[in-house]
């Protein structure tokens, strides 16, 4: 059974740091991208960030891009997702996700997720 597991969240001020960790089990972790997701109150799922499978590429959010750092520790079967100079508007609930190829790939997301408030 698939599982992520994330974890790190928390109550942070603005321009603060924090980082995530989505600990990943039930499948084959080096043979897929993964991605966060967030969702923040009232509104639908965003994808965030993206990684390939070994690491070799990352992809970001326009929005998020020079702020958030995707990575991922293979060995471990573990996700990061390093957050620097928050904003309010980053309070989420922050989501891994196993990434599925395809025609058109979507991502797969497991687990309750890590609530992130950023708030003075």
């Known amino acids: 059974e698939v599982q992520l597991v994330e974890s790190g969240g928390g109550l942070v001020q603005p321009g603060g740091s924090l980082r995530l960790s989505c600990a990943a089990s039930g499948f084959t972790f080096d043979d897929y991208a993964m991605s966060w997701a967030r969702q923040a109150p009232g509104k639908g799922l965003e994808w965030v960030a993206g990684?390939?499978?070994?690491?070799?590429?990352?992809y970001y959010s326009e929005s998020m891009k020079g702020r958030f750092t995707i990575s991922r520790d293979n060995p471990k079967n573990t996700l990061f997702l390093e957050m620097k100079s928050l904003k309010s508007e980053d309070t989420a609930v922050y989501y891994c996700?196993?990434?599925?190829?395809?025609?058109?790939?979507?991502?797969?997301?497991w687990g309750q997720g890590t609530l992130v408030t950023v708030s003075s």
């Open positions: 990684i390939s499978w070994n690491g070799g590429n990352t």
């Open positions: 996700a196993k990434r599925v190829a395809g025609p058109l790939p979507y991502l797969e997301v």
